[in-house]
């Protein structure tokens, strides 16, 4: 029984975090940059948010779920839904990785799922590029000012997932969804208070 309800607590928990993911993504400031469109926009720290909170799958899951579904609702980024899953997947599945790691790890988490993301995503672009035709140097000038973009949505992410994070952990821990989030140096003892499901 206590296996069932956990899994609910964890859908759960991957929906709201994929809806906040989604949400997120609508704080935005599009930048037009010639064939590409960047932008700046708190979709990350809500990815970010995901992984610190609920580990690597289903910080993964509801970073990946939640930017993609925001990708098929955008004319502009339709094409990339699957590529976007894959990307923010894997910025909330190594923020939530390296989180478990310990207490010290929650901003090196923050900041190698932010980095991972940044790589993938340039990466993504500059492919895209050399594929419909663009040389190599105007490909390079174009992704580079994604490059600043994404640096500037990174570093605000960062800033934001990480003290909610602190705060979000501490009002979880006192629910349902506390077993599932882990808590640094705690005995048996100390996690007694969290409430059964």
């Given at each position: 029984?206590?296996n ?7 859908i ?7 809806a ?15 064939g ?40 502009v ?11 923010k ?29 940044i ?11 050399l ?67």
């Amino acid at each position: 029984m206590k296996n069932k309800k956990d899994n609910l607590y964890r859908i759960v928990a991957v929906a709201l975090m994929a809806a906040l993911v989604y949400v997120g993504n609508y704080m935005q400031i599009k930048i037009p940059n010639g064939g590409l469109v960047t932008r700046i926009h708190l979709g990350n720290s809500m990815c970010l948010l995901a992984g610190l909170l609920f580990g690597g799958l289903s910080g993964g899951l509801s970073s990946g779920i939640g930017a993609a579904m925001y990708d098929l609702f955008d004319p502009v980024y339709i094409t990339s839904a699957p590529i976007t899953f894959i990307n923010k997947f894997a910025m909330g599945f190594t923020a939530g990785i390296l989180r478990k790691k310990g207490k010290k790890w929650v901003i090196p988490a923050a900041v190698a799922g932010q980095a991972v993301y940044i790589l993938l995503y340039l990466g993504k672009s500059f492919i895209g590029l050399l594929i419909t035709g663009e040389p190599v140097v105007v490909a390079l000038q174009m992704v580079s000012v994604n490059a600043v973009a994404s640096v500037i949505n990174g570093v605000l992410a960062v800033i934001i997932a990480v003290p909610l994070y602190s705060a979000i952990a501490a009002a979880l821990k006192h629910t349902g969804f506390g077993r599932l989030i882990s808590y640094d140096n705690e005995t048996p003892e100390d996690t007694q208070h969290i409430i059964p499901a």
